[in-house]
């Protein structure tokens, strides 16, 4: 059994409804992922997957559901994951920029 102290900080689903996701800062740093049942709403846990760095606090999905970001404040790194759409699952994909204390993402329309 995990011990505190817990803290998530953002939360969202994927945009087509399927997963939820939840960042878990402390001694977690991961994020939760969950899927949603169709019918009930009821979540059942996917899996965790780690930031890549201390203090996630923001995250942002793009509109294609492709790929989330984290933004990892302590450690100043935004993370890109892939994300399986069929799974809901993510895989770092290797990518990250370096931005101190970062603490929120805005995806931005062209």
């Known amino acids: 059994e995990t011990k505190g102290p ?3 900080a953002d939360i969202h689903t ?3 409804g399927r997963f939820l996701y939840v960042t878990n800062r402390a ?3 991961n994020i939760a992922i ?3 049942g ?4 009821k979540l059942t846990p996917v899996g965790y997957e780690s930031t890549r ?3 996630p606090r923001n995250f942002i999905i793009e509109p294609s559901g492709k790929f989330l ?3 990892n404040q302590l450690s100043g790194n935004i993370v890109f994951f892939k994300r399986n759409i069929k799974t809901g699952l993510l895989q770092a994909s ?5 931005v101190p204390e970062v603490s929120c993402l805005q995806m931005l329309k062209r």
């Open 94 to 98: 290797g990518k990250e920029i370096k």
């Open 53 to 55: 760095g201390e203090v």
């Open 69 to 71: 970001l984290v933004a």
């Open 14 to 16: 994927s945009p087509d």
């Open 34 to 36: 969950f899927s949603i």
């Open 6 to 8: 817990f803290g998530s």
């Open 38 to 41: 169709k019918t009930t709403g």
């Open 27 to 29: 001694k977690e740093n």
